[in-house]
């Protein structure tokens, strides 16, 4: 008798599976609107159909794939009023976030490895934009939206927030990449790197409206990048997932 598969080993075939449908969905190689088969993707993948299937349902879940009537799924079409929906939502459940950790406190730990993480962020964003640690910046940037999360203490709010960054375009870093070689691409960083700071202090400081206030503001920055990478479809063909929205 076969052995049965084990749980660890269908959990990464799964993940792989999910990782590859994202990257022919983003890509572009599958369209909006197009059916989905598990078949041809587990061929293209090389996975067996049991994970792609699993996947297939958690990228469902994740709103990047919706189920169809005739069964299976398609890839889902966003609007670009969808998008700004997305990122507003960030907003308030990251503002929500900063809120409770300024409310309720935290640890002198957390404090120091927060102070120190703004000090990542402002070294990351001093002298040219030629010289700009890109990969750097982006990946303080996700450790900080991450930690911001962590302090609020609300597992509930922490994984909502993972839901909605899981869409291409409403993670805090989406429209970084698109816009190196806009002149205006490192003002953008220092004013958002300003709100890092005053986030971070109205969370030390344990005011609660303040760092609600501003962490909301701050995602709206997302919004304007949105509006101005919409308007250049070169700059549009450097953020994967925007081949999903329609104008």
Avoid: W
Avoid at 102 to 127: F, H, K, W, Y
Avoid at 130 to 137: I, V
Avoid at 162 to 183: D, H, I, K, Y
């Amino acid at each position: 008798m076969a052995d049965a598969v084990r749980p660890e080993k269908a959990s990464s075939q799964t993940l792989k599976g999910v990782l590859g449908v994202r990257d022919l969905v983003f890509s572009g190689t599958i369209a909006p609107g197009e059916r989905l088969s598990e078949i041809s993707v587990s061929e293209h993948l090389g996975i067996s159909r049991t994970p792609i299937r699993a996947a297939l349902a958690r990228l469902e879940q994740e709103g990047i794939l919706e189920a169809i009537p005739s069964g299976g799924y398609a890839v889902r079409q966003f609007s670009v009023a969808d998008v700004a929906d997305a990122i507003e939502l960030r907003g308030v459940l990251e503002g929500t976030a900063a809120r409770l950790a300024a409310e309720r406190g935290i640890t002198p730990s957390c404090l120091a490895n927060l102070r120190q993480l703004i000090r990542d962020l402002d070294a990351a964003v001093t002298g040219p934009v030629e010289t700009l640690d890109l990969d750097g910046y982006i990946a303080f940037n996700a450790q900080f939206h991450e930690m911001i999360a962590e302090l609020s203490g609300s597992r509930i709010i922490q994984r909502e927030l993972e839901r909605v960054m899981q869409l291409p375009f409403s993670g805090p870093s989406a429209f970084l990449n698109a816009q190196t070689s806009v002149p205006a691409f490192r003002t953008s960083l220092v004013f958002g790197q300003m709100q890092h700071r005053a986030i971070a202090h109205a969370i030390e400081m344990r005011e609660g409206a303040r760092a609600e206030a501003v962490t909301r503001e701050h995602a709206r920055l997302a919004r304007i990048n949105l509006d101005f990478v919409l308007k250049d479809p070169a700059l549009m063909q450097r953020v994967p997932g925007l081949v999903l929205v329609s104008n």
